[in-house]
């Protein structure tokens, strides 16, 4: 494609703010950039113009219907489609979209999970438009970014508490900023790029296994006899079908207006990595959840399936998803780049102090932001970050967090001194100054920090509602104490209090090897927490200091934070509920089909031989038998025990207690009939089993 087609189709799609200022009479621009910069109120003939113009705009894109668009918590979207045709008396029709349809919806919401908030409630939701995201065309319709609550306001989605973190942490950082001198800043922004990791495969194979259709990972399976240990993968030469894939993906993402940027091949076989360019937090969030979907629908058109889950097979790198962060400010500074000046330096320092205080603080929400049943299985393995919590500054900052430790910088001398000795101890950072430390769980690079925790199919919007809500907490913490130091006192007052903090908060900063024994042991001699699956992680979520933190900053309110505890803890359970019948259904029947066929075939075999020549031994044959027949017998009993343990795990009515159940006993079982079932996998040939094995999932794309 030539340059001048991408900047024709970049965006085409996007009602964004060049089409707004195009279209719509400048007053009514105005006040649209008004509600947008300052999330001020809207009047309803400024929606209804706006919302005539969109219409317009969309009809001449061909779209027929529009719909409210909106992230409840199952961690999808959901949509429904209502066509803009009005029909009028005499049988012709009017096409319509007032200002009251674009601002406010009333989906039928009582079949999304509410965690108990309806049924205390109303029974209604109704979504109201986010102009913050702009609105797009997919599939002929008129996409509205929406936020979804309960009539009293409660929110039922992942949009609203993103937005009210990022209101809470703008506030927090703008103040600092205040405190510094900086009062022409009016806002600060989060920003986010998360890269999206996933894998390709074939899509006959795809839908020929009932485990990867029913719940988007393989439940039995024995490896290839080439996994990714010659890491003959990562960034290799893209095979032409995915390469084709790649180029229909990132058209269709830019024709959304989603900045799709890095494209390449991941460690596993079939597995490949999407970078987008930085933007606003929820706006981010809403392109990533697109770009989920877009995946998905393009990789169908390419005959592949799209497999978004963290761990689609057993002893191959899963799948996550980075989130990179940042704050900027209403003038354009990225708060998080070390600059070269030596005023930077303090900032920059008292923002770095802010995180690691939110961390070390908040490493247990930080922790729930990102527990689900897929991802339990991905985190601690030996490709992703352990499920422990820590920074990781890099060695050039980690030289000057040593030398406010060890006092190497002077606080005793003038303050103009001290600002230069300030200006030595922290070098100017080029991005490749921090050295890549993959093992972290979140690490600064350069001028943001690397959230990599998230799973590749999470919705990015609850790690950053942590992030946001507590840096905030700590910028908040952080300004009530530099009020408190006079103007003359205030250089060395502060420096004096950043290195309190440093010592406060040292434990949390990491710089090792992550994915080692030694640093499990280590980190609970820190005491830092080790929460390894999600029934282990929940709890904290409903932890008083936790509830205060997000009540205080107005992101939940308490029964906010205790029905999105039930709704995680159920999904959980429902998900390996789920898992667990589909793994007993495929065992029973696929599995034992293939088993059967191979055992026939073998009896045959050496019965036509004992026919042909009376008294031959048949030892491989019997052999072969014998040891199917002893597994046969080990999976017999290990689907007895799963069924058993399911059923009793199904009837706990607690809820906590029911996930702990399918933890512990349910997956336990699993685990366990699963190396029989290998085992046993691993004899039958490929033709015998009613489904495709490891080795041509993986390695069957040319
Ligand atoms: P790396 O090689 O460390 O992964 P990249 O430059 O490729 O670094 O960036 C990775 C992701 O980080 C991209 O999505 C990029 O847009 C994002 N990113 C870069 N700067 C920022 C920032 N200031 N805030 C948020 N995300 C950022
Ligand atoms: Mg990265």
Known sequence: MSTSTISDIYGSLVFNDKIMRERLPKDIYKAVHKTIQNGTHLEIDVANTVAATMKEWALEKGATHYTHWFQPMTGLTAEKHDSFISPTADGSVLLEFSGKELVKGEPDASSFPSGGLRATFEARGYTAWDPSSPAFIKDGTL????????????????????????????????????????????????????????????????????????????????????????????????????????????????????????????????????????????????????????????????????????????????????????????????????????????????????????????????????????????????????????????????????????????????????????AHVLPHFRKDNTDRNRTSPFAFTGNKFEFRMPGSALSVANPNVVLNTAVAESLDQICEKLETFAPDNFELGTRKYIKELLSAHRRIVFNGNG??????????????????????????????????????????????????????????????????????????????????????????????????????????????????????????KGVEKLEKDLAETESITDSLEQAKAYHEKVLSDMDALRVHVDAAEAMIPENDLPYPTYSKLLFSLR
């Open 515 to 636: 994915y080692t024994d030694d640093w499990v042991q280590e980190a609970e001699r820190r005491g830092l927490y080790n929460l390894k699956s999600l029934p282990d992680a929940m709890p904290s979520l409903i932890a008083p200091k936790n509830k205060e933190l997000f009540m205080k900053h107005h992101v939940f309110t308490e029964s906010e934070i205790e029905s999105r505890y039930e709704i995680y803890l159920e999904n959980y359970s429902k998900t390996i509920c789920i898992e667990a019948l589909t793994m007993i259904e495929m065992v029973k029947k696929d599995f034992t089909e293939g088993l059967f066929k191979y055992q026939a075939s073998i009896t045959d075999t050496a019965l036509s031989k004992k026919q042909l020549v009376p008294g031959m031994a048949c030892e491989l044959e019997t052999r072969i038998l014998t040891r199917l027949d002893r597994e046969a017998q080990e999976i017999g």
């Open 143 to 422: 996409y509205i970014p929406t936020a979804f609550c309960s009539y009293t306001g409660e929110s039922l989605d992942k949009k609203t508490p993103l937005l009210r973190s990022m209101e809470t942490l703008s506030e927090a950082a703008t103040r600092l900023l205040h405190i510094l001198g900086k009062t022409d800043v009016t806002r600060v922004d989060t920003t986010v790029g998360s890269e999206q990791e996933y894998f390709l495969i074939d899509k006959d194979l795809y839908t020929a296994r009932e485990d990867l259709l029913l719940t988007g990972r393989t439940l039995i399976g024995a490896s290839a006899p080439k996994g990714q240990e010659m890491e003959d993968h990562y960034f290799g030469v893209l095979k032409p079908k995915v390469s084709a894939f790649m180029h229909d993906l990132d058209e269709e993402l830019w024709k959304l207006g989603i900045p799709a940027k890095t494209k390449h091949n991941e460690v596993a076989p079939s597995q490949h990595e999407l970078a987008p360019v930085f933007e606003t937090a929820n706006i981010a969030v809403d392109h990533n959840q697109l770009t989920m979907e877009v995946m998905k629908k393009v990789a169908d058109k390419h005959n592949f399936a799209c497999l978004l889950h963290e761990k689609p097979f057993e002893g191959i790198n899963g799948s996550g998803k980075h989130n990179n962060w940042s704050m900027v400010t209403s003038e354009g500074e990225n708060l998080l780049d070390p600059g070269k000046t030596p005023e930077k330096n303090i900032q920059f320092l008292l923002f770095l102090m802010a995180i690691i205080k939110a961390i070390d603080e908040y490493a247990d929400i930080m922790r729930v932001s990102v527990a689900s049943a897929g991802n339990d299985h991905r985190l601690g393995a030996n490709e992703a970050p352990p499920a422990i919590v820590s920074v990781y500054v890099g060695d050039a900052l980690e030289r000057v967090l040593e030398s406010i430790e060890n006092g190497e910088v002077d606080f005793k001398s003038s303050a103009a001194t001290q600002m230069e000795t300030g």
